[in-house]
């Protein structure tokens, strides 16, 4: 089984920004995707970003143009850069792993944006 765990988070400025980490370990097969979603609390679970196995990447209108997600093939290891950070992108971060085998996810990491 694949444990996804997630860091990075914490506390910046609105304009700032965060590196967000995601390091998996376990029994990795055949990685088909992998993806940074978010939520808010009261809300629902979004996606921020996702790669696939061949690097296509994509994004939501609300984070394109200020996040980045790019991946280490040899760590099996997937990061999102978020820059220009807004107020509204304060959430919960979990990564997400989609394999031929199963899909996992990470405990999630807090981003604050706050002044």
């Not at 694949?2 to 400025?13: A, H, N």
């Not at 967000?20 to 970003?49: F, N």
């Not at 061949?54 to 790019?70: A, L, Q």
Request: positive net charge; hydrophobic residues 30%; charged residues 20%.
């Amino acid at each position: 089984q694949v444990q996804l765990v997630e860091s990075g988070g914490g506390l910046v400025q609105p304009g700032g920004s965060l590196r967000l980490s995601c390091a998996t370990s376990g029994s990795i097969r055949s990685i088909v995707s992998m993806a940074w979603y978010r939520q808010a609390p009261g809300k629902q679970r979004d996606l921020v970003a996702s790669i696939t196995s061949g690097g296509r990447t994509m994004y939501p209108d609300s984070v394109k143009g200020r996040f980045t997600i790019s991946r280490d093939h040899a760590k099996n290891r997937v990061d999102l850069q978020m820059n220009s950070l807004k107020p509204e992108d304060t959430a919960v971060y979990y990564c997400y792993i989609v394999t031929t085998r199963e899909n996992s996810w990470g405990q999630g990491t807090q981003v604050t944006v706050s002044s």
